[in-house]
């Protein structure tokens, strides 16, 4: 090597030692391309965070766009500018972690077989896995204490405290992320075990792929702007607004339409638009709102669905019925409270409502619940004027609402402000969907109700 080849390779190693994309080009140029610009953006965008005071880095990127590769690399970057750190790692199953902690172990300890080929310890020299530390998943660096570790939902972070916490893709397929349990479980984790990891003034970055709005980094978005943390977030879609490949040359036009035909438009959409897969495929499209003015009502009547179990909710909705049979929501009690909470405020809802007539599903004690609420509006508020009908609901609650959702659409209307005033209402029904697992279909039961009493003019006129 002559003396200007020596000092060009200098000056691409302290390059590579200061600039984050430039240490991936160097140690991988060909997938770390010059002209995959993504990449530069990627990767400016992981060394921005890492080197600001933000709190969260949230990124959604297509799959096989280098998302993985990237936050293993930069876990060895960050090591190299700081052997301190203490970095755990998340992944979807014990074996991918197991891949992500030998990704990086592996890139710090590669030898130099070839003296012309750069390696990360001409980078980073003074950057070394402690000897004698044999745990794939859990290792430190010379000097060092427990530097690394890489779990997953069904692993253990037990006795480990991070400062840096990347969190890879944890939803495997369509199935998990219809599933709202699954979903649930995930943020359950990744607060109760991995946020209590995290040290005082540490980062937090997840980087997904999107599946459903309430994914974990749905919920991160989220919870972390509420708990007012900078997130910052980094959103790439493989098809771009004026027709255009992110990067061609790792996703191609044609091999884009091809698995967009292969997988379906919603699955795709999620995939490579980051575009939530339960948005595409939610049983309510849209909502009729009402703002000001009330429409005459020839009836103000009630629908109540009682908790079945100790997790469903109650769902109590008042609402008004126009002489053309269309209905307007006035009032929503949703809620796991119980029943000597439950019932005074149904009570209530239906006197100050001026209720005519409350149908109440009589199954799993309804019946009970029904008279009790009728005691109440004597003894409580001196009222006799509503009549309160116990029934017994047969039908199959699935196809009940999904026979009824298109009356919902077209006929009931809601506040324009009912996402704030029932947030957990609103939550219910615009995310309920056609297929897959549902955590609660109270909502949408107790709305479908309204559509069965009023949709086939079985109105009852109590004046």
């Known amino acids: 090597m002559t003396d200007l080849e020596k000092i060009k390779q200098m000056a691409k190693i302290e390059l590579a030692n200061r600039e984050f994309f430039y240490f991936c080009h160097l140690l991988a140029p060909d997938f770390y391309a010059t002209d995959r610009q993504y990449l530069i953006d990627l990767c400016n965008d992981m060394q921005d965070f890492y080197e600001s005071d933000d709190d969260v880095l949230i990124i959604n990127v297509p799959p096989r766009h280098g998302k993985s590769r990237t936050a293993v690399m930069l876990a060895q970057w960050i090591f190299g500018q700081n052997q301190e750190e203490k970095i755990m790692t998340g992944s979807y199953n014990e074996t991918l972690s197991t891949m992500f902690s030998k990704g990086v172990r592996n890139g710090i300890s590669e030898e130099k077989a070839d003296k012309d080929k750069i390696v990360y310890r001409d980078i980073f020299p003074n950057v070394r896995i402690k000897q004698g530390d044999a745990a794939m998943n859990l290792w430190s660096l010379e000097g060092g204490y427990n530097n690394y570790l890489a779990t997953s939902p069904t692993g253990t972070a037990t006795g480990f405290g991070a400062s840096v916490l990347i969190i890879d893709d944890l939803i495997k397929n369509s199935l998990e992320a219809y599933n709202a349990l699954t979903l649930e479980k995930h943020w359950d984790w990744f607060t109760n075990t991995m946020l209590s990891r995290l040290e005082e003034g540490g980062k937090i970055i997840l980087i997904m792929t999107r599946w459903a709005s309430n994914d974990l980094a749905g919920m991160a978005l989220n919870h972390f702007k509420d708990e007012k943390k900078t997130v910052r977030h980094v959103l790439m879609k493989a098809l771009q607004d004026d027709g255009s490949m992110l990067c061609p040359t790792v996703l ?31 049983l309510y499209s849209s909502f009729k709102t009402y703002d000001g003015k009330l429409p005459e009502f020839k009836e103000i009547k009630n629908y109540t669905d009682t908790a079945d179990t100790g997790a469903d909710y109650l769902c109590s909705i008042n609402y008004g019925v126009t002489f053309n049979n269309e209905a307007y929501v006035l009032d929503v009690l949703y809620t796991k409270d119980g029943m000597e909470i439950t019932e005074p405020k149904h009570a209530k809802m239906l006197y100050e409502g001026n209720v005519g007539w409350s149908d109440v599903e009589s199954n799993n004690g309804g019946r009970g619940y029904a008279r009790a609420v009728e005691r109440l509006l004597v003894s409580n508020h001196n009222s006799n004027r509503t009549h309160i009908e116990p029934f017994h609901q047969s039908k199959n609650k699935q196809a009940r609402i999904l026979s009824n959702a298109t009356w919902v659409m077209d006929h009931i209307y809601f506040p324009s402000n009912w996402k704030d005033r029932w947030p957990e209402y609103y939550e219910a029904m615009s995310k309920y969907q056609k297929e897959g697992k549902n955590k609660h279909d109270d909502a949408p039961d107790a709305t479908t109700g309204i559509a069965e009493k009023v949709g086939v003019g079985d109105v009852f006129s109590f004046d």
């Open 252 to 282: 191609s036009k044609d091999s884009y339409d091809m698995k967009v035909r292969a997988m379906g438009i919603d699955i795709a959409s999620a995939n490579y638009q980051q575009e939530p897969i339960d948005v595409k495929g939610r």
